[in-house]
């Protein structure tokens, strides 16, 4: 097959496939914006094996959900890995109404995770994690060691993740 038949057969597959495989993995990842990340890596991998797809459309959809389902397990073991990223709502902000009950309630968490925070880790998670400063810059515009940035950061995201998980 030529490259043209190629990409013809990709976006089909993810015209007809994509929203169901974004749902899928909204579940894993738990947010939207991870998902299109983790979607647009199991449509760059379903391109890459192109001549590997099944030639039937169930074929097709059971090797993109097991792709999908390996790539959201990879991102997760990759953030398991790396220091870990919160991402929190500003206080301020109301719950869009696509939201659903879970993610509405698991924001109020978040919110009162974080506000459960002595202000030194508050401080330098917002820094870190809503500014996207980073830890030297963190370190320099509050005068202490970039350990102690690091260190009131990962103790601050544990103890938000105590505070949801309980």
Same mark, same amino acid.
């Given at each position: 097959?030529?490259?043209?038949?190629?990409?013809?057969?990709?976006?089909?597959?993810?015209?007809?496939?994509?929203?169901?495989?974004?749902?899928?993995?909204?579940?894993?990842? &738990?947010? #939207?914006?991870?998902?299109?990340?983790?979607?647009? +890596?199991?449509?760059? #991998?379903?391109?890459?094996?192109?001549?590997?797809?099944?030639?039937?459309?169930? &074929?097709?959809?059971?090797?993109?959900? =097991?792709?999908?389902?390996?790539?959201?397990?990879?991102?997760? #073991?990759?953030?398991?890995?790396?220091?870990?990223?919160?991402?929190? =709502?500003?206080?301020?902000?109301?719950?869009?109404?696509?939201? =659903?009950?879970?993610?509405?309630?698991?924001?109020?968490?978040?919110?009162?995770?974080?506000?459960?925070?002595?202000?030194?880790? #508050?401080?330098?998670?917002?820094?870190? /994690?809503?500014? &996207?400063?980073?830890? +030297? +810059?963190?370190? =320099?515009?509050?005068?202490?060691?970039?350990?102690?940035?690091?260190?009131?950061?990962? /103790?601050?995201?544990?103890?938000?993740?105590?505070?949801?998980?309980?």
């Amino acid at each position: 097959m030529d490259d043209t038949h190629h990409r013809a057969r990709i976006e089909q597959i993810h015209a007809k496939h994509s929203l169901a495989l974004l749902r899928y993995l909204i579940r894993f990842a &738990g947010e #939207r914006h991870a998902a299109e990340d983790m979607l647009q +890596e199991t449509m760059l #991998r379903a391109w890459r094996h192109r001549d590997a797809l099944p030639g039937d459309e169930n &074929g097709v959809r059971g090797w993109l959900f =097991t792709v999908a389902r390996n790539v959201a397990i990879d991102a997760d #073991r990759m953030r398991r890995v790396r220091p870990a990223e919160v991402t929190l =709502t500003d206080q301020n902000d109301s719950v869009a109404a696509s939201d =659903t009950p879970d993610s509405a309630i698991a924001a109020q968490e978040m919110v009162r995770a974080f506000a459960s925070l002595s202000e030194m880790q #508050r401080d330098v998670i917002r820094q870190i /994690y809503f500014r &996207g400063d980073s830890i +030297e +810059e963190v370190a =320099t515009r509050l005068g202490i060691p970039a350990g102690t940035v690091k260190s009131r950061a990962h /103790y601050g995201v544990q103890a938000m993740r105590a505070a949801v998980s309980s």
